[in-house]
């Protein structure tokens, strides 16, 4: 290394003067080699001094770097520090804020409840007024309205006030009922011709009752239809028509005032079916004392007068069959049962039983119901049965028409062999005796036609 070192300055120094001319150059070579090394040693120099300087910087940049971090450090506490006090400060705001709202829906409900009790303290003190003074259409709709009201305090039902209020409506609520019964005692009196808003004020009277409970209608319906029956019941227990042969006009009677109040009778509502439940009532009290007609008979009834009963008592059931709806019913008509000419005597009196077991059958069960509470009958077509309501009690006194119709068709027999030739037709290939068989099968069928109907 040494040796080519040596080579090169060697090269240098020939390439430099390469002649002995060129000698005369040497100083100035020299003065600018020692130049270009005092300028190199100055760099050295600057050197060597940048890098003790930048030793004590890196040490000062390192110490500065240190003190930031820490500084950083501690700001994140402080920011952690703030940002826990902050959630803190939220949840406190966020639970004082649900306090408030809840404050709010207390503050909100209270005066709602207040505002409502106030509204019922004076709707109660106006429907009292209205009450003592008869104001039914007016008091119909304020017990609406103090219904409402009512049930918006079935939470406080156990506070004096409400109580108080409470029993304080219940008693008007009578007083209404009380004045509205007066009201319609007066109906059928002869007081709604002389008195001319009564009438009105009865139809007013009407909505009262829709507006109070159930039962205040049915004691009404009921009351009304019991008042209404009470002449009836007078005039047919009495001497005179207690009678089997006045039994078409207690079917009159009752015609006779459907008609004359139809009316007045508009008062009611509609859906209340006064008449339907009237003549239901009526039905009932007809039955009840024709039993007691047919029970207290010394002797057998006659069968002219009990067919009779029997028939009008047939068609005025199918009257008010047609008229409130009763359920089908099935008629054999006089010609079906004409036709039928070669039937013999057990399919005739098999056909009877099975029609009137199947009438009665469906009126004992239409009773049934009704008594058991199985079905509502207050409202027209709802199940109950007019047919055989009150003809069923006759079941029990027809012997006497069996054994009439039975001794006539003995007579009819005896009569026929009597009048019996006794002569076969010549061909014949049966010995029917065609004299006497005619006559014999137009008699069944009449006495088949007699009992149908």
């Not at 003067?17 to 100035?28: A, I, R, W």
């Not at 003190?67 to 520090?81: F, G, P, R």
């Not at 009292?128 to 939470?155: D, G, I, P, T, W």
């Not at 068609?315 to 008509?333: D, I, N, P, V, W």
């Amino acid at each position: 290394m040494a040796t080519t070192d040596k080579q090169s300055a060697l090269d240098f120094i020939n390439q430099m003067f390469p002649t002995e001319t060129s000698l005369s150059g040497v100083d100035p070579l020299m003065q600018k080699i020692h130049s270009e090394i005092r300028r190199v040693d100055a760099e050295i120099l600057t050197a060597v001094r940048q890098q003790s300087n930048s030793g004590s910087k890196a040490r000062e940049d390192l110490a500065a770097a240190t003190h930031a971090v820490q500084e950083l450090i501690h700001k994140m506490q402080e920011i952690k520090t703030k940002a826990e006090q902050s959630e803190t400060m939220v949840q406190e705001i966020c639970r004082d804020i649900k306090k408030l709202d809840f404050a709010k829906k207390h503050i909100t409900t209270t005066i709602t409840a207040l505002h409502r009790l106030t509204m019922l303290v004076s709707a109660v003190e106006q429907l009292q007024v209205m009450a003592s003074k008869r104001q039914y259409k007016e008091a119909a709709a304020q017990l609406e309205a103090v219904n409402q009201l009512c049930s918006h305090f079935e939470a406080y039902r156990d506070f004096e006030k409400i109580t108080e209020l409470r029993e304080k409506f219940k008693s008007i609520k009578q007083i209404l009922k009380s004045h509205v019964f007066s009201d319609f005692s007066s109906l059928g009196t002869g007081k709604e011709t002389e008195e001319t808003n009564l009438l009105q004020q009865l139809s007013d009277a009407c909505l009262v009752v829709d507006a109070l409970e159930p039962s205040v209608r049915e004691d009404l319906v009921k009351n009304f239809c019991s008042r209404e029956l009470t002449s009836y019941q007078q005039i047919f227990e009495g001497a005179e028509l207690a009678k089997l042969d006045k039994t078409e006009r207690r079917y009159a009677w009752i015609k006779r005032r459907l008609r004359s109040n139809e009316e007045i009778w508009k008062i009611f509502p509609s859906q209340w079916h006064v008449s339907y439940l009237l003549c239901i009532q009526f039905c009932k009290l007809t039955r009840t004392q024709i039993v007691d007609i047919l029970n207290n008979l010394r002797e057998k009834p006659d069968v002219g007068i009990l067919l009779l009963a029997l028939q009008r008592t047939l068609e005025f059931e199918e009257e008010l069959a047609e008229k409130f709806g009763g359920g089908s019913h099935s008629r054999e008509s006089g010609n079906e049962i004409g036709e039928d000419t070669v039937g013999d005597n057990n399919q005739i009196v098999s056909d009877i039983r099975k029609k009137y077991e199947k009438k009665l059958g469906a009126h004992n069960r239409s009773e049934n119901e009704e008594k058991d509470g199985y079905k509502d009958f207050s409202v027209p077509g709802a199940g109950f049965n007019f047919r055989g309501i009150i003809s069923s009690c006759f079941e029990a006194y027809l012997g006497v028409y069996v054994e009439l119709e039975e001794k006539t068709l003995m007579e009819h027999l005896e009569k026929l062999i009597q009048e019996e030739t006794w002569d076969i037709e010549e061909g014949s290939q049966t010995n029917i005796l065609s004299s006497s068989m005619q006559a014999l099968f137009l008699l069944l069928s009449q006495e088949k036609v007699n009992l149908s109907s």
